[in-house]
C-alpha cells in the first residue's frame, strides 16, 4: 500500500544555514598553506588548491555563487570553501541532499544575474546568500507531519537516471558527429 503524503512548501533558509565560504583562502593563500584538504571555489569540477586545515568534515550540499552561479554540488569529506561558494549547513534530519539539489539548481539557476552563456560557455553570473535563502522548495511530509524521506529518495534516484540518461545520449552524439564517412 502506498504511503499518503503532502508536498508542503519551505524557504530554503528554514532547512539549512546557509554559510559562504572565506576570502582569505586564495591560490597564495593555498600555496603558502600546503595541504591534503581541498578548497573549493566558484569552479564546479576541481578544487582552488589545498589547505593544511579544514571548515567542513562530512557530506553537505554547496553553490557556486560566481562564475556560474547556482549549480549545486555535494561535497564530501574534509574541505573548504572560498567567497564565490557557500554551503548548506542543515536545520532539519532526513534532508536528502540530492533531492534539494535536483529541486533547488533549475530554480537558482534561472534566477542568477549576469552574462548567461550556452551550457555556461562564457557564462559569468552571480546570486546572493539571501537569493538562495529566500526560495522555496516542496518537501514531501508523511500524513504523521514527518519529512517523507524515502519519497526524496525515489525522486532524487529519478533524476540520478535520467542524468546518466543524457549522459549516455551526449556521448553517442559525439560519436556520431566525429564519425568520418568515406564514399
Known sequence: MAKLHIYIYIRVRDLFDIQR???????????NNKGEYPVYSADNNNPLGFRNEYDYDGKYLSSSINGIAGVLTILEGKFSTNADRVVFIPKVENINL???????????????????????KNEFTK?????????????????????????????????????????????????LINIDLFF
Do not use: H
Not at 565560504?21 to 600555496?31: A, F, H, L, M
Not at 504523521?144 to 549522459?167: C, H, L, N, P, W
Open 98 to 120: 540530492a533531492y534539494v539539489k535536483n529541486i533547488l539548481e533549475p530554480i537558482l539557476r534561472n534566477k542568477n544575474k549576469g552574462r548567461k552563456g550556452l551550457k555556461g
Open 127 to 175: 546570486l546572493t546568500p539571501s537569493m538562495i535563502e529566500d526560495e522555496m522548495i516542496p518537501i514531501p511530509y508523511d500524513m504523521y507531519g514527518e519529512v517523507f524521506s524515502e519519497k526524496q529518495r525515489i525522486i532524487a534516484s529519478k533524476y540520478i537516471t535520467i542524468d546518466m540518461i543524457k549522459k549516455e545520449i551526449e556521448n553517442r552524439l559525439s560519436e
Open 21 to 31: 565560504g572565506k576570502s582569505i583562502y586564495t591560490k597564495t593563500y593555498c600555496k
